[in-house]
Structure formats: structure tokens, C-alpha cells
């Protein structure tokens, strides 16, 4: 059982790059979200989804977008990065019912130069 | 909107020694309330969930936390610290329609010898 899958681990990207981090989960979870985390910020939430066909704005969702085509999969894309998306990010799911526990993947580094 | 206060940015505590770790949350609701630790470069680990019944909630590594609606706080515990707790300790809320989580900024843990 792998849980919520991410990648790339680190990515470096210049400035106007375009980049999708990928997010896979094998849990059967409805429920997914994407999280930027900032050195003395805590995680914040950029994108959430509560099934598939379904996104919605966390947030800081600006400078990014999401999908939702499949149950499994919730990729996230940088249009055009920019040095304030340098962060690291995690994507989580969980199955929506209170009391079940919230997967998290092991987080992607993205550096924007 | 739900939201976390860690009034605590860096805590040193001696090798076997107690520590306690604040937490105070923001939401109009019943939360559901979590803590998380992080190694460098790591991902994050769940300690331990509370959603409802004993107000003392026992985690993985020796941790407990309480949960004290009067005082709108979830302090995290630790009767004997190792050097292995040296890390980052996230608290959070989550909603409970969408189960979107709120974090705080995190405390810092050092173990000195």
C-alpha cells in the first residue's frame, strides 16, 4: 500500500518555467488538498478537492492550478514560477468521514531561480 | 474559518525532561484536532487525533495531548524527552465538513544532553 505518492522530491526551476508536481493516492480517498510550507509559516492550504470533477481555492492558490480528472490523482501546476513559489510542497487525502486520518506524501522541494 | 496559535517558536529542553508544547485553536464548531512532528527534511508523521470523547488523547513516541474547551487549547506532552524529539511540532484544526486543516507556525524542539 503506498499511500499518497509524490513527485518530483526536488526540482529546481528558473523564473517563467512551467512545472506539475504530481500527487497519486491508492487509498480510494475523495477527499485531496495541496499545501505549501514556508519556514515559520506553518502549511497552508493552496487547493482542495472533494472528489473527483471538484476543486476548489485554499488560501493561496494564486500562481497555481489544479485537476481532479480521477479519483487517484491530483497534479498541481506552476503556469510561470516565480521565487516566491520556492517552498516545499505536500499534498494530502484522507477519506471524508469524521474521524479517519489525514495521509500526507513526503513532500516535494521546488526551488524557483 | 478555523485558526492555530503555537505561542511557542523554539523550545530547549534538557534530555529527560519533561515537555509541554502549547496549542490554542479558533473554530465555531466541535474541532478535530491533530498534531504533527517533522523531522528535517522530512514529511510530516501524525502523533496523535482527538475528535471527541476522553479529553486525553495518548500518541505514538510517548506523546498525550489534552484538550480543554474552556481554554480553546490542545497542549501537547512529553513526561521524558529523548534526543530523537528533536524536531517540529505542528498543531492543527481541521473542519468538519471538508476536513480542511489549518496548522500553526510550529515550535521548534532542541534536546540538549
Known amino acids: 500500500n503506498a499511500g499518497v505518492t509524490q513527485t518530483p522530491k526536488f526540482r529546481i526551476l528558473k523564473i517563467g518555467q512551467s512545472m506539475t508536481l504530481q500527487c497519486t493516492q491508492d487509498m480510494n480517498h475523495n477527499y485531496m488538498y495541496w499545501y505549501r510550507q514556508d519556514p515559520g509559516m506553518g502549511l497552508k492550504l493552496i487547493y482542495y478537492?472533494?472528489?473527483?470533477?471538484?476543486?476548489d481555492k485554499g488560501e493561496v492558490p494564486n500562481g497555481y492550478n489544479v485537476s481532479r480528472s480521477t479519483t487517484e490523482d491530483f497534479p498541481l501546476r506552476l503556469e510561470l514560477a516565480a521565487p516566491s513559489q520556492t517552498s516545499v510542497y505536500f499534498c494530502a487525502s484522507i477519506k471524508g468521514a469524521r474521524g479517519n486520518t489525514i495521509y500526507f506524501g513526503e513532500g516535494s522541494w521546488l526551488t524557483v531561480v | 474559518a478555523q485558526s492555530v496559535t503555537q505561542p511557542d517558536i523554539h523550545i530547549t529542553v534538557s534530555e529527560g525532561a519533561s515537555l509541554e508544547l502549547r496549542c490554542n485553536y479558533s473554530?465555531?464548531?466541535?474541532?478535530?484536532l491533530f498534531w504533527y512532528v517533522q523531522s528535517p527534511g522530512q514529511g510530516l508523521q501524525l502523533l496523535l487525533k482527538?475528535?471527541?470523547?476522553?479529553?486525553l488523547v495518548q500518541g505514538i513516541k510517548g506523546f498525550e495531548a489534552e484538550f480543554k474547551r474552556s481554554q480553546s487549547s490542545f497542549n501537547l506532552r512529553k513526561p521524558s524527552v529523548h534526543w530523537s524529539d528533536a524536531a517540529e511540532y505542528f498543531c492543527?484544526?481541521?473542519?468538519?465538513?471538508?476536513?480542511?486543516?489549518?496548522f500553526g507556525a510550529g515550535t521548534t524542539v532542541t534536546v540538549r544532553a
Open positions: 492543527a484544526v481541521g473542519a468538519f465538513n471538508d476536513y480542511k486543516l489549518s
Open positions: 482527538y475528535f471527541s470523547g476522553d479529553t
Open positions: 473554530y465555531g464548531a466541535t474541532p478535530y
Open positions: 478537492s472533494v472528489g473527483a470533477g471538484i476543486t
